[in-house]
């Protein structure tokens, strides 16, 4: 089976890569504590329990407590990709998992789990061979969607619902949500594929608010590379 040519996603959070403000160095403090599962002490419960509380908190406003109508729409969009009867499949790290390995995504779609927003969490992807990370590869060295296809075993031996939605913590070129979402689609060809990211990041300039959904999609070229929109 070929790669898939294009796949949607949603995300909740967005950070800056490069802003100074304030708001945009808290956003980047913000990404890399959900990476480190870092626990908020004020609360008691870890960045990834704090993500899907917020986000279950937003979907149950209702339309009237809205002062932006813009985020009011972008949040009822995200609240259709998320759905109480799905299972969330957790998106592979770049490196091999041990058994003590913090693994983010899997963090994320327990929480989202937890909260109602997803019906089981099926960790059936497993990395069998480490590749780059994109976040710290240079441009040309980042692995493609061809490179996380090839580099990922599918648990076929579980019964799965109509609806998978991958699970990350962030996206970057897209590459690995159209990998991982390929293989997905060669096991179960009828299955509804999905993917929510919970961090986006903004390339140039300053974030005007964390929480900033978005839907998008990643799109495979002609050479194998992948383009992200937004």
Request: hydrophobic residues 40%; proline residues 7%.
């Amino acid at each position: 089976m070929s790669l898939l040519s294009r796949q949607s996603f949603a995300s909740f959070l967005r950070y800056s890569v490069r802003g100074d403000s304030e708001l945009s160095r808290k956003s980047r403090d913000a990404r890399l504590d959900l990476k480190n599962n870092k626990v908020i002490a004020s609360l008691g419960i870890t960045n990834a329990q704090y993500i899907a509380l917020r986000l279950t908190e937003e979907f149950q406003k209702e339309d009237e407590e809205f002062e932006n109508p813009e985020l009011r729409r972008k949040l009822r969009l995200l609240e259709t990709v998320l759905s109480p009867t799905a299972a969330l499949v957790p998106v592979p790290r770049s490196s091999l998992i041990g058994p003590d390995s913090l693994w983010p995504p899997f963090e994320l779609a327990t929480a989202l789990v937890d909260q109602g927003l997803g019906g089981q969490v099926l960790p059936i992807l497993k990395r069998t061979r480490a590749v780059p990370k994109a976040a710290f590869a240079a441009p040309g060295e980042r692995s493609s969607a061809q490179d996380h296809f090839e580099t990922i075993a599918v648990d076929q031996d579980q019964e799965v619902p109509r609806t998978l939605i991958l699970v990350d913590d962030i996206i970057t070129t897209g590459a690995s949500i159209l990998g991982t979402a390929s293989l997905l689609r060669r096991s179960w060809p009828t299955a509804e594929i999905r993917a929510f990211l919970a961090y986006l990041p903004l390339s140039f300039g300053e974030v005007e608010s964390i929480v900033d959904p978005q839907i998008g999609s990643i799109q495979l070229r002609p050479d194998g590379s992948t383009s992200r929109t937004p």
